[in-house]
Nanobody, 125 residues
Framework: QVQLVESGGGSVQAGGSLRLSCAVS????????VSWFRQAPGKERQRVAV????????LYHDSVKGRFTISQDDAKNTVYLEMTDLKPEDTAMYYC??????????????????WGQGTQVTVSS
């Protein structure tokens, strides 16, 4: 089993920055891939970034490229999402998710079996 706990959300003004943290524990094989999703009210859950913990390859949604960075700290078993130049449209509940396997590029939330409880990010204009 895999456990994920997010933290670091909050309220910022447009142009500001936040760093989200996802503490990951449990079976290593089942958490080779870690991603960050977000969901705004009335919208579908959207993957914004994914990281392979073995190859360290990363992928980003076009809307966050150049602004968000996903990374991991093995010693702390934590995956981060550094968010800069935040925009009001980044306002959402942010979730980290994990899955096993050799291929991490799964966009659908249904492909990710393990989820955290979420942390709210609110960006005001």
């Amino acid at each position: 089993q895999v456990q994920l706990v997010e933290s670091g959300g909050g309220s910022v003004q447009a142009g500001g920055s936040l760093r989200l943290s996802c503490a990951v524990s449990g079976d290593l094989v089942s958490r080779r891939c870690v991603s960050w999703f977000r969901q705004a009210p009335g919208k579908e859950r959207q993957r914004v970034a994914v990281l392979s913990s073995t190859s360290l390859a990363t992928l980003y949604h076009d809307s966050v490229k150049g602004r968000f960075t996903i990374s991991q700290d093995d010693a702390k078993n934590t995956v981060y999402l550094e968010m800069t130049d935040l925009k009001p449209e980044d306002t959402a509940m942010y979730y980290c998710a994990a899955r096993g396997g050799d291929h991490c590029n799964h966009w659908s939330p249904a492909a990710w079996p393990h989820w955290g409880q979420g942390t709210q990010v609110t960006v005001s204009s």
